[in-house]
């Protein structure tokens, strides 16, 4: 999915913390400012989540930073902000949380078409034991490389 755009602000913890089960696209409702700051990357997805609210999808705990060439109309940092799917699509995501241990996580934002839009992912919790798991099968796949790599000077 990163083939044609790449992403401004990306949540790297995600796919350490979580196994990602599905991914999903969406629009995202935004301030003049918070987009000036987006393209800018001044924002953070560490701590943000996505929650179901009266059938609508909110992404809460997103911090974009104050526009800097922003006047007294800039926009508040930690505000939720709503995103947008179609009702079909949020009744799977609210189906798929009712389930114990999955979560909506924010995965990125970036822009498309000139507009900012925001990937985020049905996931499921990983324990400690799979995190080392994965380390271990990263550094060894690292590893591997760099031996083919030597091999072929």
């Not at 060894?140 to 790599?149: P, T």
């Amino acid at each position: 999915m990163k083939d044609k755009h790449s992403d401004l602000v990306s949540n790297r913890r995600a796919t350490h913390d979580y196994e990602i089960l599905e991914t999903f696209e969406t629009g995202i409702v935004l301030q003049g400012t918070e987009i000036k700051s987006i393209r800018d990357h001044g924002a953070t997805l560490q701590d943000a989540y996505v929650k179901v609210i009266h059938n609508e999808l909110w992404l809460i705990g997103c911090n974009i930073a104050h526009y800097r060439f922003g006047n007294i109309h800039n926009h508040e940092e930690k505000r939720d902000r709503k995103l947008l799917m179609h009702k079909r699509e949020i009744k799977k995501c609210k189906g798929a949380i009712q389930e114990k241990g999955l979560a909506l996580i924010p995965l990125a934002l970036y822009l498309k078409q000139g507009r900012i839009k925001a990937r985020i992912a049905i996931a499921k919790g990983k324990k400690s034991f799979d995190k080392r798991a994965d380390l271990k099968e990263r550094d060894d796949k690292r590893q591997m490389q760099q031996a083919i790599k030597q091999q072929q000077y």
